[in-house]
């Protein structure tokens, strides 16, 4: 099994471009979530699913959509793009039956300039 | 006030010696908690849960105070490959969206 991955691993966006990020998981999980983690800052929710067509707001939601259209994959979306969005994206799943432990994909690292 | 605060270090800590953190929650509500450990430049990974009865996972050992609301990391005959960031996790309530609050992590330095 993959696991969760996510793409791209890398980008710079200039201000104002949109991009879309991906998530794919294979474990068959019905939560989902993204976070984006800054130095010193930790991990912070961004939006999550608790299942297919769901998706809910988390800590810092502004600025990003989320988009749950099949179970395996989270999209998240930035339809334009601000310098205070630089950060590294972490997208994540978890299930009850996996006793809710939350698996990170690697990371995508976007630079906005 | 974060939620969860960390020291963020690093503790540099000689290749086998011992070696114990806190982290601070600020919501008496939080029900659940754990100690992640993360990579440079990688994904955060589970280490460990918190038992309210602390637990024991090899050289690992960690403890909750809910009266004083902290969790403790402690890491026993610490490895160079201990050498990490260490993230105190904790949530209110596991079935309600598995919502985690994630502290900024310890860094830990283990040297020869």
């Known amino acids: 099994n993959a696991g969760v991955t996510q793409t791209p691993k890398f980008r710079v966006l200039k201000t104002g471009q949109s991009m879309t990020l991906l998530c794919a998981q294979d474990m068959n999980h019905e939560y989902m979530y993204w976070y984006r983690q800054d130095p010193g800052m930790g991990l912070r929710l961004i939006h999550y699913s608790v299942g297919e067509g769901t998706t809910a707001k988390g800590e810092v939601p502004d600025g990003y959509n989320v988009s749950r259209l099949k179970k395996q994959n989270f999209l998240l979306g930035l339809e334009s793009a601000a310098p205070s969005q630089t950060s590294v994206y972490f997208c994540a799943s978890s299930s009850w039956g996996a006793g809710w432990e939350q698996y990170f994909g690697p990371g995508t690292r976007l630079t906005v300039t | 006030r974060k939620e969860v605060e960390q020291d963020p270090g690093p503790f540099n800590v000689p290749e086998g010696a011992t070696v114990a953190f806190n982290c601070t929650y600020s919501?008496?509500?939080?029900?659940?908690f754990f100690w992640y450990r993360q990579d440079c430049r990688k994904e955060p990974k589970l280490l460990m849960s918190v038992y309210s009865s602390g637990n024991e996972d090899g050289r690992f050992t960690a403890q909750l105070n809910r009266a004083s609301q902290y969790i403790s990391l402690l890491i026993r005959d610490s490895k160079l490959s201990d050498s990490a960031t260490y993230l105190c996790?904790?949530?209110?309530?596991?079935?309600?969206?598995?919502?985690?609050?994630f502290g900024g992590g310890t860094r830990v330095l283990v040297k020869p």
């Open positions: 996790v904790v949530t209110r309530a596991l079935s309600a969206g598995n919502k985690l609050t």
């Open positions: 919501n008496s509500a939080s029900q659940s």
